[in-house]
């Protein structure tokens, strides 16, 4: 069945420096990619998106790319902040059997951002 | 804009209690997804319904039932509680796009058994 990989945390940088989060997947069909953050207490928000190969989602400096190839939608963000600190998500989301949809999630990866 | 709105947003009960918890979705929105997630898991999904019909199923224990009403609004209800079903429990509501869809999610609700 589908599934999503993601690199396991947690993740400690320092503020400033260059993120860098692995998300691959494997599906049967074409599904739209995401990244949600949950940032701690909170619930899970949409980050960014993609529904088609070599699109690329960008929100709040983060970036993902569709990359059909490589079956990869890796995040990545020039410059974290001590606020990036968070728990991100990435998903896949495909139709099947006629008109359900169904998120498939990675495990999460935890972000910590040191000052 | 409009957000999902879940209540309540914490609740605490006693084992074998029951608990019903709501969820508003976006408005125009015709779909909604209910999810559990425990402590350091990713959500896990329980039960969507599309239209008011229910339209797929997920790993929902027969303890848990869920409908959507005629204004699209849903419930969870949770009976014979148990110690493990501690969890916090997402709502998340989209608008049928084809390969479009998107999935927005409530705040949750955070629920403790005792």
């Known amino acids: 069945g589908d599934s999503v990989t993601q690199m396991e945390g947690p993740v400690t940088l320092s503020e400033e420096a260059f993120l860098t989060i692995n998300c691959t997947y494997t599906?049967?069909?074409?599904?739209?990619l995401f990244w949600y953050v949950q940032y701690p207490g909170e619930g899970l928000q949409l980050l960014l998106k993609a529904t088609k190969a070599d699109d690329k989602g960008s929100n709040k400096g983060f970036e993902a790319t569709y990359r059909k190839e490589t079956t990869s939608f890796h995040l990545e963000k020039g410059s974290v902040q001590v606020s990036d600190s968070a728990v991100y998500f990435c998903?896949?989301?495909?139709?099947?059997?006629?008109?359900?949809?169904?998120?498939?999630w990675g495990l999460g990866t935890s972000l910590a951002v040191n000052p | 804009a409009a957000g999902v709105i879940q209540s309540p947003r914490h609740l605490i009960k006693e084992k074998r209690e029951t608990a019903t918890l709501k969820c508003y979705p976006i408005p125009r929105h015709d779909t909604v997804y209910w999810y559990q997630q425990g402590p350091g898991q990713d959500p896990q999904f329980l039960i969507s319904?599309?239209?008011?019909?229910?339209?797929d199923k997920g790993s929902i224990p027969d303890r848990f039932s869920a409908q959507q009403f005629s204004d699209y609004h849903s419930e969870l209800n949770m009976s014979s509680l148990e110690l493990g079903d501690s969890a916090l429990y997402f709502c998340a509501s989209s608008q049928s796009l084809g390969q479009e869809e998107t999935q927005y999610f409530g705040p949750g609700t955070r629920l403790l058994v005792l």
């Open positions: 599906a049967t069909g074409y599904p739209s």
């Open positions: 319904f599309y239209e008011k019909m229910q339209s």
């Open positions: 998903a896949l989301s495909e139709i099947y059997a006629g008109n359900n949809r169904k998120l498939i």
